[in-house]
Structure formats: structure tokens, C-alpha cells
């Protein structure tokens, strides 16, 4: 038998504590699954046969992201532009970024991959500044927004800290298509720019977020129990029963 009073203040706390807590473990439950079906289609994409970049720019931009594309054309290495990048081993180092022109005249920013600082001068690199038409295959990239704390990039050495595309082909002087390729792993000559730079890390941690909140709407909900029970307006099995007999006592004691 369970007897149950409920006081106004604390319940007229509990209820808005219940919903917001439980809310926002139904919404992270939700997140968890549209991030799910991100990572899945973004795998889809780069496990896909490279299909031709123009087919690929007709899809919306959102579902064009980690497509594996091909395209062709020639490279202007005159004008290449750096971002900054770190070996996996965490030397400096850069990206090489290179202007590639379109047998139909347009021109898209092609992510060449990683040189050390060292071979950052293309003078070092003569053999990977392949001339004449070129055809690469790579994984197509939407245009990132410098954040709050991202340095400014340095326009003197054509240094960059983020995939900022318009402004950095604004930079090598060309009318760029708004994305970027970033080549595979297929081999240059000479062995530099270092292809295959791709990385694909989706934080998906919704799951015990979920199990977070909910577990504070549990605990709210058993300290508001245990409150209630502390002050005699819970009462569970037989203690209503006993407590009636130790009244009962008491009152014959009295007499």
C-alpha cells in the first residue's frame, strides 16, 4: 500500500525540472540520429565510384559534401596558396591549395595534400608541379568560416588557417567555383604534395548526452521522493499500518 500526499512548492518545482530534463534527452536521441544518417551517407560518398564534379554540383550543396568527384584540367601553380597543417606525427607543415582550370573554363581550388614547412617553396618540389592537363580524383569540401580565435591569414606568404575558399581565391586572383577538392591519395611525382589529407571525425557523443539528462530527470524525481518520504507525506507497504497501531498505543496508554 502506498500513501502519497504531495506538497504544492516542491511539486510545482519537479514538473517544469521533468520536462526540460526529459526534453532535452529526447532531443539529443534525435541528434544521435540525424547524426547517424550524416556519417552514413558520408561514407556512401566516399566509398563511391568518383563521379564527374559538374553532375555533382547540380545536387544541393549539403548533399555534395565528401562526394567522391573527378575532374580534369591544368593547374596554376603560380598562384598556389598554403593552409597551415600538421604531419600526423604533429611536424609543420602545409596543404598545398592550387587554382585547376576546367576544360570548360572554370576553375576550382584543389587541396594537392601536405608538404613539410621544409618543401613549402615549390622550388624544392619541382617534380610534383606537374604541367598540362591532369585528370584528379578527390573528395569534394564546402567552404569553412573562420571562427573567433582563427589567426588572420598571412597574405604576404599566402598562409591560411582555415578552408576560407572565396576569399582564398580571391587571394590567387581567380573567379573560383565556391568548393574545394581535396586530391586522393594517388602519388605525384616526386612523392610531394603528400595526396590523401582527407579526415572524417563527426563527434557523436548524443548518446550520453541523452543518458545524461535523463538521468537528472531521474534523480530530480527521486530526490523529490525521498524529500516527500522525509517528511512522513510518503509512505510505502505497512508503515501507514504501523503507524496507526503505534497511535493506537499511545492513545490507550493516555487513558
Do not use: C
Not at 596543404?95 to 601536405?114: A, E, I, M
Not at 518520504?229 to 498505543?249: K, T, V
Amino acid at each position: 500500500m502506498i500513501s502519497f500526499r504531495p506538497l504544492l512548492i516542491p511539486t510545482l518545482w519537479l514538473v517544469p525540472g521533468l520536462v526540460l530534463l526529459s526534453g532535452l534527452g529526447v532531443w539529443q536521441i534525435e541528434r544521435l540520429h540525424e547524426k547517424e544518417a550524416l556519417i552514413a551517407r558520408v561514407q556512401a560518398g566516399l566509398n563511391a565510384p568518383p563521379v564527374d564534379l559538374a553532375r555533382v554540383l547540380k545536387a544541393p550543396a549539403v548533399e555534395s559534401e565528401y562526394r567522391h568527384v573527378r575532374l580534369s584540367g591544368h593547374f596554376l601553380h603560380e598562384r598556389e596558396q598554403y593552409l597551415f597543417a600538421q604531419s600526423p606525427s604533429g611536424a609543420p607543415g602545409v596543404h598545398v591549395v592550387t587554382p585547376l582550370v576546367q576544360p570548360d573554363g572554370k576553375t576550382v581550388l584543389v587541396d594537392r595534400g601536405f608538404v613539410p614547412e621544409e618543401l613549402r617553396d615549390p622550388l624544392r618540389r619541382t617534380d610534383g608541379q606537374i604541367a598540362g592537363e591532369i585528370t584528379i580524383t578527390g573528395v569534394l569540401r564546402l567552404p569553412e568560416h573562420p571562427g573567433l580565435f582563427t589567426p588572420a591569414p598571412n597574405l604576404e606568404t599566402h598562409l591560411w588557417f582555415v578552408k576560407d575558399i572565396p576569399a582564398m581565391a580571391r587571394a590567387a586572383s581567380v573567379a573560383a567555383v565556391p568548393i574545394m577538392v581535396e586530391a586522393d591519395a594517388t602519388p605525384n611525382r616526386g612523392g610531394w604534395p603528400l595526396g590523401g589529407q582527407t579526415r572524417v571525425d563527426f563527434p557523436n557523443d548524443h548518446l550520453q548526452y541523452a543518458i545524461t539528462w535523463f538521468g537528472l530527470a531521474l534523480a530530480l524525481f527521486g530526490v523529490y521522493l525521498v524529500y516527500h518520504h522525509s517528511r512522513g507525506r510518503l509512505n510505502i507497504g505497512d508503515a501507514p499500518r504501523r503507524e496507526s497501531l503505534e497511535d493506537g498505543i499511545r492513545q490507550h496508554q493516555g487513558r
